[in-house]
């Protein structure tokens, strides 16, 4: 029973998902690389021809990488669609922020009479 203690059980299971990749990344088994993870694919007759530490630094290499992340694309939770980002959403054309410098203080109008006194006087 002590080898379903939790922390065993977490250890457990990132071996299992670190062996999954592992596979993904010699295109065997269950799991397929995605786009951005291509470089790393290598075939298993390759991969048989590697020593020790070659195969070590390609997996550490593989598991490391956070592939090619484009900031101006968004891409929905199930992730069936993709958009780009639009920073000027919402704007005119050729519309842009001032600088906070060019920003000017306007002065209150002094000698303005209130509204009821404009009425009473007619």
Not at 14 to 21: D, F, I
Not at 39 to 58: C, F, G, M, P, V
Not at 72 to 92: L, Q
């Amino acid at each position: 029973m002590e080898n379903y203690r939790s922390g065993n059980i977490h250890q457990q299971i990132l071996k299992s998902q670190q062996a999954e990749r592992i596979c993904a990344m010699r295109d065997m088994g269950n799991l397929t690389l995605a786009p951005e993870f291509l470089k790393h694919k290598t075939n298993i007759d390759s991969w048989s021809a590697l020593n020790d530490e070659q195969r070590s630094r390609k997996t550490h290499m593989f598991l490391r990488d956070t592939g090619n992340f484009n900031p101006s694309i968004v891409t929905s939770r199930d992730g069936h669609r993709t958009a780009f980002k639009n920073p000027s959403a919402g704007r005119k054309t050729n519309q842009c922020t001032r600088k906070r410098a060019a920003r000017t203080r306007t002065s209150t109008k002094t000698g303005k009479r209130p509204f009821m006194e404009e009425i009473t006087h007619l």
